[in-house]
């Protein structure tokens, strides 16, 4: 069998991780790749998949009873949980805090496996990244919205102009040592029951 | 002075008591520790976070460690026990229709007290299997739980066979009581409060409990790496030091109210369940009159943080038996270096608290309350510890007692039905 044949199978919660780390092995030339996302029938799903390699989400619920489906399985090549190499510490922290886990057959060398969960590594993390990136940049327009609402109550409530109204939230921001939005947030909570 | 902070996971049940209590009544502080305590779902992700570094110690099944440094399910790692984290709290529960069925097939076996149940369960397979019904489905929490051995042993009684004359599965114990009511199982061996869950909702009824099977058998564990435990003996004992503190306020009948609103937000099951389980009474089957639980979780009394090596032991025999392990494996060699009632003796000696003199103890060998030696005060009385079928372990004597079942051979697990 060569590397490219290796059975495959992810099971994510999230479905967005999952194509991502199938895309990934797709792109790096592992053909036989399939994504679950779990349910009722996961084990019965995985037992007929018999897959080489499992990456899985190391916190799912799941786990538990796939174990238990390995431990009983009449298939004499069992898998077992594992990062890659025991000595590669490196790569055993980087899979635990990207949250990923991986089963593999007992026997696959592991300089075949651990180009995968490099990818599934990797993967975990770009996704985890976006996500992060995505949320600050939505919390970065929520916050800009919140310090215009402000300034525009300032100038009406005050007769500041926009530069006055804004200098003046600096300032307070500056003495007081906080952000600037949550200077804009008492100021639209003051005004609040004008508005 | 600055705390020395510690990652320590835990699975949300109701026996993971003394960890937060230990942070909660500040007992880590008064031994100089903060306890950064982070739930888990899954026993696999405790097991490989500890494993691998990313915890220092967890609350976990009492057979993890013992598993893990033998290599069962992942790559050997050396881990050690040196303290239980309380005895009690499992049942096995079944939904009222294999209930019913139970009580029809064998009702001299269900009026009795509970450890008869298992042979109305066998008299229920056996007229199903002659008329080729699907087999019944039981649900533990982790193929080494106390709680499949326990399931496993209560079957294995009444002559059934775990692995052939039923399916046995594995589930989170929050999803027990679901999958007993949508009937993918009919029933499962799981800890408080996850039968009481099903009892309230009045779908199931409890048929024995762990004080039925084996009333001190051993259920979860501080689990850490050998390796770290030996690189920082004094914060070890300092965190085995507040976890015993903790065990004694956890026992406490004043506080036992406090810890049922201590754990009931982390279980997220409703406070009532809680305090039942802790201190209250309820009618384990229809028809039977409300009683406290038989299997009402005890943290500090009996000796129950002490880490008996005796029970390490029993633990691999269940192992070999049902083919989790070879049988040649050398039980005496992996219970001394798992378990260690050294490194809980050297913490809490003098200490005011007692501690048992000797590392083993004969398993399921009294009828009646009976002592053991403390090293420096007064005996502890330890109550009967019968099993259900009456036999006793001998812990010099593993390999004969795995003999005694007449399991011959148990090469592929699976591979008998």
Redesign the interface.
């Known amino acids: 069998m060569t590397e490219r044949m290796l059975n495959i199978l992810v099971i994510d919660e999230d479905p967005g991780r999952a194509g991502q780390v199938e895309q990934g092995l797709r792109e790096s030339g592992y053909g036989r790749v399939t994504v679950v996302r779990p349910s009722l029938d996961l084990v019965r799903r995985v037992e007929s998949l018999a897959p080489d390699v499992i990456i899985i989400d190391l916190e799912n619920p799941d786990r538990d009873s796939l174990e238990q489906m390995f431990q009983v399985t009449r298939e004499l090549r069992r898998p077992i949980a594992m990062f890659v190499d025991q000595s590669d510490a490196a790569t055993i922290q980087a899979a635990i805090e990207a949250g990923v886990s991986a089963y593999v057959v007992d026997g696959l060398r592991k300089e075949r496996i651990r180009p995968i969960v490099d990818m599934a590594i990797s993967r975990f993390n770009a996704f985890d990244r976006l996500r992060r990136e995505r949320d600050e940049a939505r919390s970065a327009l929520a916050d800009r919205k919140t310090i215009e609402r402000a300034k525009g109550l300032l100038m009406r409530q005050k007769g500041l102009d926009e530069e006055a109204a804004y200098a003046a939230m600096r300032r307070a921001a500056m003495k007081q040592n906080r952000k600037l939005v949550e200077i804009a947030h008492s100021i639209v909570t003051a005004y609040q029951l004008d508005v | 002075m600055a705390k020395t902070t510690l990652r320590i996971g835990y699975v949300p049940l109701l026996d993971c008591a003394i960890p937060l209590v230990a942070e909660a009544e500040g007992f880590a502080a008064r031994h100089g520790l903060a306890l950064e305590l982070l739930p888990?779902?899954?026993?696999?992700?405790i097991r490989?976070?500890v494993a691998?570094?990313?915890l220092e110690g967890a609350h976990m099944l009492a057979g993890i460690p013992l598993a893990v440094s033998l290599g069962v399910?992942?790559?050997a790692?050396p881990m050690v026990a040196p303290m239980a984290l309380g005895l009690g709290g499992n049942a096995i529960t079944v939904g009222l229709g294999l209930f019913r069925a139970m009580r029809a097939a064998d009702p001299a076996a269900m009026a009795g007290p509970r450890r008869d149940s298992a042979r109305a369960l066998a008299a229920v397979i056996a007229r199903e299997q002659a008329e080729g019904a699907p087999k019944r489905r039981f649900a533990s929490?982790?193929?080494v739980s106390s709680h499949a051995y326990e399931l496993r042993y209560w079957l294995a009684s009444a002559g059934l066979d775990p692995?052939g004359d039923v399916e046995?599965?594995?589930?989170?114990p929050s999803r027990m009581a679901e999958s007993l009511g949508t009937s993918?199982i009919d029933g499962y061996c799981v800890g408080e409060p996850w039968s009481l869950v099903t009892l309230s909702a009045g779908i199931g009824a409890v048929v024995a409990t762990k004080a039925d099977i084996w009333p001190l058998a051993p259920e979860k564990v501080l689990g850490l790496r050998t390796d770290w435990a030996d690189r920082n003996p004094e914060v070890l004992a300092a965190l085995l030091r507040a976890f015993a503190e903790a065990a004694v306020w956890a026992d406490a009948p004043e506080n036992r109210p406090a810890l049922a609103r201590l754990l009931a937000p982390r279980l997220g099951v409703d406070l009532r369940l809680l305090e039942t389980a802790l201190c209250g009474s309820v009618a384990l089957a229809p028809g039977r009159p409300a009683e406290p639980l038989p299997h009402r979780p005890v943290f500090h009394a009996a000796a129950a943080t002490f880490p008996w090596r005796s029970q390490a032991l029993w633990l691999l025999t269940q192992m070999a038996r049902w083919g989790?392990i070879p049988r040649e494996s050398d039980f005496a060699g992996v219970a001394a270096a798992v378990y260690r009632p050294d490194l809980y003796r050297a913490a809490l000696s003098g200490g005011g608290l007692s501690v048992p003199v000797a590392d083993l103890k004969p398993e399921g060998a009294h009828d009646a309350p009976y002592e053991v030696a403390a090293v420096e005060r007064p005996a502890i009385i330890l109550p009967p510890d019968r099993f259900i079928d009456g036999r006793t372990f001998d812990p010099s004597e593993p390999t004969a007692y795995l003999a005694g079942f007449g399991r011959g051979e148990v090469a592929?697990?699976?591979?008998s039905g």
């Not at chain 2, 888990?40 to 992700?45: T, V």
């Not at chain 2, 592929?412 to 591979?415: M, N, W």
């Open positions: 888990e779902i899954s026993w696999a992700a490989d976070k691998f570094g990313a399910g992942l790559p790692i929490v982790f193929p692995d046995l599965t594995v589930l989170p993918q989790q592929v697990p699976g591979a």
